[in-house]
């Protein structure tokens, strides 16, 4: 990225004409509404995020990803996964199985595949943990960097850092930043904010978060005041972009996410998160109804950070996946295509599968995964 460029490379487009549905067969009834999460308090509309949030208004007909269901990490040793998020960060195991056959096949887009794949929670928010018998896929790739393209994070609030931390450093659980960081008061939209990033076995970054009185959801202060735990829920999953507007034109324009914060970050606290020098982020934060969050960063500086790699397939161990619902998924891919993204679907077209399930993967302009699912008739 060009050092001079502006914070988020301008206000996104307008869009040329009413946007239009691809009808491939009948409306997908509602499923029951889970309870949505309260979004972190709107920071003030200053210029930044009055241009960030500036595009075309929203059509209330138009087909929308309603809530994000859960992330996918994809993992090279499923017991020893399940072992870490149960064991050191206090995750529920709901439960374990084991997926085979052309539907699941179609779906990821990969021939001969099997999978074991655990389903755990932490508050309110599920994860997934996907192991590929087979076929398998490259390791993560060792000299990755916080501005890869191919970057990704959960990020874990916490009731008090310096527990979190100490039992972090207790577990011997290897370090991305280099310790966990305070966010100056300075910059109005994230002062106060403590975070810290860590890895996994495999080298997928997670991230600590602790809000001041002030930030975050008033859930995540009201869990924290009772003190039963230590690990709260998930708050978002962040994602590298290349272009905010880009971005945007995906998520917010053709999924229906709405943005709910804007703030552009630096300094040494920065730099030490993310381990990267020099390190002048734009971060846009994005919600459904219901949900994790999902959130941009896109690096104004340095330059240097490597595009998602064009041959990665679901098997890989940089692989994740951000899954969704939508009470019309035809609606919602053709809405899609309808605006001529950068969309690559990685699926053979919206697959039903033997669960009654359907749903179809994808990749947002910047190659992160998006898994959509249909909502499913009572």
Same mark, same amino acid.
């Given at each position: 990225?060009?050092?001079?460029?502006?914070? %988020?490379?301008?206000?996104?487009?307008?869009l040329?004409?009413?946007?239009a549905l691809?009808?491939?067969?009948?409306?997908?009834?509602?499923?029951?509404?889970?309870?949505?999460?309260?979004?972190?308090?709107?920071?003030?509309?200053?210029?930044?995020?009055?241009?960030?949030?500036?595009?075309?208004?929203?059509?209330?007909?138009? #087909?929308?990803a309603? !809530?994000?269901?859960?992330?996918n990490?994809?993992?090279? /040793?499923?017991?020893?996964? &399940?072992?870490?998020? =149960?064991?050191?960060?206090?995750?529920?195991?709901?439960?374990t199985?084991?997926?085979?056959?052309?539907?699941?096949?179609a779906?990821?887009?990969?021939?001969?595949l099997?999978? +074991?794949?655990?389903?755990?929670?932490?508050?309110?928010?599920?994860? %997934?943990? =996907?192991?590929? $018998?087979a076929?398998?896929? +490259?390791?993560? #790739?060792?000299?990755?960097?916080?501005?890869?393209?191919?970057?990704?994070?959960?990020?874990?609030?916490?009731? *008090?850092?310096?527990?979190?931390?100490a039992?972090?450093?207790?577990?011997?659980?290897?370090? !991305?930043?280099?310790?966990?960081? +305070?966010? #100056?008061?300075?910059?109005?939209?994230?002062?106060?904010?403590?975070?810290?990033?860590?890895?996994d076995a495999?080298?997928?970054?997670?991230?600590?978060?602790? @809000?001041?009185?002030?930030?975050?959801?008033?859930?995540?202060?009201?869990?924290?005041?009772?003190?039963?735990?230590?690990? $709260?829920?998930?708050?978002?999953?962040?994602?590298?972009?290349?272009d %905010?507007?880009?971005?945007?034109? @995906?998520w917010? *324009?053709?999924?229906?996410?709405?943005?709910?914060?804007?703030?552009?970050n630096?300094?040494?606290?920065?730099e030490?998160?993310?381990?990267?020098?020099?390190?002048?982020?734009?971060?846009?934060?994005?919600?459904?109804?219901?949900?994790?969050?999902?959130?941009?960063?896109?690096?104004?500086?340095?330059?240097?950070?490597?595009?998602?790699?064009?041959?990665?397939?679901p098997?890989?161990? $940089?692989?994740?996946?951000?899954?969704?619902?939508?009470?019309?998924?035809?609606?919602? &891919?053709?809405?899609?295509?309808?605006?001529h993204?950068?969309?690559?679907?990685?699926?053979?077209?919206? %697959?039903? $599968?033997? *669960?009654g399930?359907?749903g179809?993967?994808?990749? /947002? #302009?910047?190659?992160?995964?998006?898994?959509?699912?249909?909502?499913?008739?009572?």
């Amino acid at each position: 990225m060009r050092a001079g460029r502006h914070r %988020t490379r301008g206000a996104a487009r307008l869009l040329g004409a009413r946007l239009a549905l691809l009808t491939l067969c009948a409306l997908v009834a509602p499923a029951a509404t889970a309870q949505p999460h309260d979004p972190p308090a709107a920071q003030p509309a200053d210029g930044a995020l009055a241009a960030v949030v500036a595009g075309p208004l929203p059509d209330a007909a138009a #087909p929308v990803a309603r !809530a994000v269901l859960e992330i996918n990490l994809t993992v090279s /040793d499923l017991e020893a996964s &399940i072992g870490f998020f =149960t064991g050191v960060l206090d995750f529920e195991l709901l439960g374990t199985r084991e997926l085979a056959g052309p539907e699941h096949e179609a779906l990821e887009g990969v021939f001969g595949l099997r999978q +074991r794949v655990a389903t755990l929670r932490l508050g309110d928010e599920r994860i %997934t943990l =996907t192991q590929w $018998l087979a076929p398998e896929g +490259r390791p993560y #790739p060792a000299d990755s960097r916080s501005d890869d393209h191919w970057f990704q994070h959960l990020a874990i609030v916490v009731a *008090d850092m310096d527990a979190a931390f100490a039992r972090l450093r207790s577990q011997r659980v290897r370090f !991305a930043s280099s310790g966990p960081q +305070r966010l #100056p008061d300075s910059n109005p939209a994230a002062g106060g904010i403590e975070a810290f990033y860590f890895k996994d076995a495999d080298g997928h970054v997670l991230e600590l978060l602790e @809000f001041p009185a002030d930030k975050g959801s008033a859930r995540w202060h009201e869990l924290a005041a009772a003190g039963d735990a230590l690990f $709260l829920g998930i708050d978002h999953t962040a994602i590298v972009v290349e272009d %905010t507007d880009a971005s945007l034109r @995906f998520w917010r *324009d053709g999924l229906g996410l709405a943005v709910v914060g804007h703030s552009e970050n630096s300094g040494s606290e920065q730099e030490h998160l993310n381990n990267v020098f020099g390190a002048r982020l734009s971060i846009t934060s994005l919600r459904a109804a219901s949900g994790p969050g999902v959130e941009f960063l896109e690096y104004l500086a340095p330059e240097g950070g490597r595009p998602y790699p064009a041959e990665a397939r679901p098997n890989d161990l $940089l692989h994740w996946e951000t899954r969704l619902l939508s009470d019309d998924l035809e609606g919602l &891919i053709g809405r899609l295509q309808a605006e001529h993204l950068r969309v690559r679907l990685l699926s053979r077209g919206v %697959t039903s $599968l033997p *669960d009654g399930d359907r749903g179809v993967l994808l990749r /947002d #302009p910047d190659g992160h995964a998006v898994e959509l699912h249909a909502a499913r008739a009572p």
